[in-house]
């Protein structure tokens, strides 16, 4: 079982590919969704009085857990507005509105503290702690942040850091937080805080997986369409810790075919707007691109 803590939201987003004033969004409802495939996922988010039951079924028939997901009458949901040019590994954000998002600050339940897994999306850090410090000590601790809070609160996001068993982060802003240009330097700077793994998202060039023992690089999927890079790295997310919460152990190789099962989720989501693809797929075309993954990255050895 997976607690997460995010945000459902709706979003305003153009793509070189086209432009959609709003959809549903939020880095926790694309993160459950993907989760859900693997395991039980308890939602931990807020909503106005803007999101209809409409909107909500996106969760419906899932192994998602309800309970923790606040409706506040009289207020407006979390809303992002973002652009993106051909280089789509980068986002602009045009617009970002807090609303009921503002004042939220969740007290989970006994079920949500005592989940083996906990996934703190992006969110300002000392918040993400909040929700930490309510977790009766969860088998994998893990968030993801941006760049907005490596800019203006990166003492905090240390705090964070040096607390959490996983960090899910970009390339870009590994070299933000360590001021180092080379990745592999980076991210032994923070596996140096006593983080045990860092998953460093690359977007179209995949994803490295760093311990302090092992290196683990995976490709992307190659799509042809990659329509809207939105949620990419949530749902990554989402597969990734979804798969590994569903896991006995949870070593190496688990964590291997986690990074594999992440990224295939990945490549559903930015094939259209908003969850759209992910709504329709079943976990038979997860496995499907899974194989297919395996098939692109297999090579034998050679003989001399
Ligand atoms: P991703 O593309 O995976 O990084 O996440 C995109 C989702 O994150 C969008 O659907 C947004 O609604 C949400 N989002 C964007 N900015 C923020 C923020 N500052 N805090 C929380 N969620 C955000």
């Given at each position: 079982m997976i607690t997460v803590f995010g945000t459902v939201a709706f979003d305003a987003i153009q793509t070189p590919f086209g432009k959609v004033d709003r959809c549903l969004g939020g880095s926790a409802t694309y993160f459950s969704v993907a989760a859900s495939f693997f395991s039980r996922v308890q939602l931990v988010a807020v909503v106005g009085e803007d999101f209809t039951d409409d909107d909500a079924?996106?969760?419906?028939?899932?192994?998602?857990?309800?309970?923790?997901l606040q409706r506040v009458a009289g207020e407006k949901s979390f809303f992002w507005s973002g652009e993106y040019g051909y280089d789509l590994n980068v986002a602009k954000t045009r617009d970002t509105q807090l609303n009921v998002f503002a004042n939220f600050r969740p007290t989970l339940t006994a079920t949500q503290r005592k989940a083996p897994v906990i996934f703190l999306a992006n969110a300002e850090p000392d918040l993400q702690l909040e929700v930490l410090e309510q977790?009766?000590?969860?088998?994998i601790a893990a968030l993801d942040t941006m760049n907005l809070w490596i800019a203006t609160a990166r003492d905090a996001l240390t705090r964070v850091f040096r607390r959490v068993d996983l960090v899910i982060i970009n390339e870009a802003e590994v070299r933000q937080y360590t001021?180092?240009?080379n990745l592999i330097k980076g991210a032994r700077q923070i596996l140096a805080l006593g983080v045990k793994t860092l998953v460093i998202k690359r977007g179209e060039y995949g994803v490295l997986m760093m311990t302090n023992d092992a290196v683990f690089a995976a490709p992307a999927y190659p799509l042809e369409a990659v329509f809207d890079p939105t949620g990419a790295g949530d749902t990554f997310a989402g597969g990734f810790l979804g798969y590994l919460a569903s896991c006995a152990e949870g070593n190496d190789a688990d964590l291997r075919r986690a990074i594999i099962f992440g990224s295939t989720l990945a490549s559903f989501t930015v094939?259209?707007?908003?969850l759209d693809r992910l709504r329709e797929i079943t976990i038979d075309d997860v496995y499907a691109r899974y194989r297919e993954f395996r098939a692109l990255t297999h090579f034998e050895d050679f003989e001399v």
């Open positions: 079924s996106i969760f419906a028939g899932r192994n998602i857990d309800l309970d923790g977790c009766e000590s969860p088998r001021n180092e240009a094939e259209k707007f908003s």
